[in-house]
């Protein structure tokens, strides 16, 4: 079993709709959980940080962390095109090891 | 301006021909590492460092070498490079214990004919 599991998509929606990303991961342990987000041809840059359960939210991008259920989520809101990229869950594992999803290809659709 | 920069960015070379693909920071950052990027399977960490003369293996490091001469720089090494090397391969840095600040190169396309 991966680490982190993500659903590689793709996934395609109209601009404004409310978009839901999702990861599961194995390990209790896991306690910092990001977003990066990644366009094409570029690498990731960092999107939302999250520690422990709960809701954070930064503008129209919301990151969501269950640790009953190990289930992390990102939702964006009034979704645009320039929020088309691929989305990458990832958390820590060691010193500046990164474990990472297989990442979401999102397309918002004018 | 706070960059990862590496070079090149696409390289197209042939099997055993020896490579090198550099990554220099400006951040003064005391880790790099190195991940590269393949379909359905996401980053997998190659290689890191955590300061100067100081590296380790990730989680893929078989077929790469590393070096860590300099703080600035983290060059990843394919002796001897073949096809299952063809991927998309990024260098990142951060400071000390600042797993929620890495920051990544835009990443250098490399295909093994």
């Known amino acids: 079993q991966k680490e982190v599991e993500q659903d590689p998509g793709p996934l395609s929606v109209p601009e404004g709709a409310i978009v839901s990303l999702n990861c599961t991961y194995s390990?209790?342990?896991?306690?910092?959980f990001m977003w990066y987000r990644q366009y094409s041809r570029k690498g990731p840059e960092l999107l939302m940080y999250?520690?422990?359960?709960g809701n954070k939210e930064d503008g129209r991008f919301t990151a969501q962390v269950d640790k009953s259920s190990k289930y992390i989520s990102l939702f964006i809101r009034d979704s645009q095109p320039s929020d088309s990229a691929t989305y990458l869950c990832?958390?820590?594992?060691?010193?500046?090891?990164?474990?990472f999803g297989q990442g979401t290809r999102l397309t918002i659709n004018p | 301006e706070a960059q990862v920069t590496q070079n090149p960015r696409y390289l197209i070379t042939v099997t055993g021909k020896k490579l090198t693909v550099t990554c220099s920071q400006n951040?003064?950052?005391?880790?790099m590492s190195w991940y590269r990027q393949d379909p359905g399977l996401g980053l997998r960490q190659i290689y890191y460092?955590?300061?100067?003369?100081?590296?380790d293996k990730g989680d893929v490091p078989e077929g790469y070498k590393v070096s860590r001469k300099e703080k600035r720089n983290f060059p990843l090494i394919l002796e001897s490079p073949s096809p299952n090397q063809t991927s998309l391969y990024f260098c990142?840095?951060?400071?000390?214990?600042?797993?929620?600040?890495?920051?990544f190169g835009e990443g250098s396309w490399l295909t093994v004919v």
């Open positions: 990142a840095s951060s400071f000390a214990g600042s797993e929620n600040t890495i920051y």
């Open positions: 390990n209790s342990a896991f306690q910092y």
């Open positions: 951040m003064n950052h005391e880790y």
């Open positions: 460092s955590m300061n100067v003369e100081v590296t």
């Open positions: 990832a958390t820590p594992r060691g010193a500046q090891k990164l474990v």
């Open positions: 999250t520690y422990s359960s």
